[in-house]
């Protein structure tokens, strides 16, 4: 071998070298689903307005080999809940928002760095935006969050909601929702809101400067003139203290949220609490816009192949013996070569008499079936 071709060779297998490996685990897969709640965890820790989100589907999920650990690269779908970022109770408790509510969604790039077996978000990209699918008629049709007339209502009905207690008087922190209704009678308004204990030393009242201030979420229905209100308080945040300490532990602080007044807030009229849409877009370069847009290309390494023992498509005796079913595992596996995947591994059926005897090769007795690697199942809608 010359010199000439020795260098080309060279060159080749160094470049080859520097490809990065990637794994495509499953996104049912209980590593994907890991990262995935890890994901879903801190991007709700990120929102500071509105609701929070859970995890409704991993529509793709990339794991690079690095010397310093593993990163994630995924893409995650979110459906908003109904449970306000201040409520205490457990996202596991909350409700997704169906809907005939109008449902928000988040579509989320995500990157995870994994390093000494504990996963950290490093970098995101979100958006969210409302549901337009399955809208009906007569539904309630949510509303921007400056709306004044709606806005209006909601003063209206927190008067009614302060008339009704004793010796606390609660003002407005947060608007959540805000959305109108053609009924019989005309149309009515269907809000939500986020209250606080408030100081009322001075005219106007303004919210207590107390982390253990009460707070709650409430939901009123009507017209200024004739409404209902119910106001849900949210638990006492109680300090965590340990047993074996005998010091005073800090008092856990709730989620900062400004108040939000007619002119302060929303003036570009959404009609929802966005995700917090960026942290850290340029620290790493496996991040886009949405990935699945993105024109990378790298070397895939399946997390899991069909065992090595099971026959290769081609051999299967159920093919050889049907030309059809041939003619459609060829076509099958062109799509596997595609530039990109979605990859698929191969599913057999075992019956239950081959499989008891160990020594015994796999026996196919069905069709052969393709089973997706991404993306995942759909919890919700």
Request: proline content about 8%.
């Amino acid at each position: 071998m010359n010199l000439l071709s020795f260098t080309v060779v060279l060159g080749l297998l160094v470049g080859t070298w520097a490809q990065p490996i990637v794994r495509r685990p499953l996104c049912d897969s209980p590593e994907a689903e890991e990262a995935a709640l890890v994901a879903q965890d801190y991007l709700n820790a990120q929102h500071h307005h509105g609701y929070k989100y859970v995890l409704n589907q991993i529509d793709d999920i990339k794991v690079y080999a690095k010397p310093d650990g593993d990163e994630y690269d995924m893409e995650v779908d979110l459906l908003e809940t109904d449970c306000h970022v201040l409520d205490p109770l457990p996202l596991a408790n909350c409700t997704v928002r169906p809907k005939v509510q109008t449902a928000v969604e988040g579509d989320c790039d995500v990157v995870l760095k994994k390093v000494g077996g504990v996963l950290k978000v490093i970098a995101f990209k979100c958006k969210s935006e409302v549901s337009t699918e399955d809208l009906c008629l007569g539904c309630p049709s949510l509303l921007p969050l400056n709306n004044t007339d709606a806005l209006d209502f909601v003063h209206a009905s927190l008067t009614t909601f302060n008339n009704m207690t004793v010796n606390t008087t609660h003002v407005l922190l947060e608007v959540g929702r805000l959305s109108s209704q053609v009924v019989s009678g005309g149309p009515i308004f269907i809000t939500e809101y986020v209250v606080v204990e408030g100081n009322c030393t001075e005219d106007p009242c303004v919210p207590l400067n107390d982390a253990m201030a009460a707070r709650g979420i409430c939901t009123a229905k009507g017209t200024i003139a004739q409404h209902s209100v119910d106001c849900k308080m949210f638990s006492t945040l109680i300090p965590i203290v340990d047993a074996n300490s005998t010091a005073a532990a800090d008092p856990v602080l709730p989620p900062v949220v400004h108040v939000h007044t007619h002119g302060l807030s929303h003036k570009h009229g959404h009609s929802h609490h966005k995700l917090t849409a960026l942290h850290n877009p340029h620290q790493n370069v496996l991040l886009s816009a949405e990935s699945a847009e993105s024109a990378e290309v790298v070397p895939v390494v399946p997390a899991a192949a069909a065992p090595a023992a099971d026959p290769a498509p081609a051999a299967d005796p159920a093919l050889a013996a049907d030309p059809a079913l041939a003619a459609d595992s060829d076509s099958a596996g062109e799509s596997l070569t595609s530039k990109e995947p979605p990859l698929f591994f191969w599913k057999r059926d075992v019956s239950a008499a081959a499989a008891a005897v160990v020594d015994a090769p796999a026996v196919q007795t069905g069709p052969v079936t393709l089973v997706p690697v991404c993306p995942g199942r759909v919890r919700f809608f």
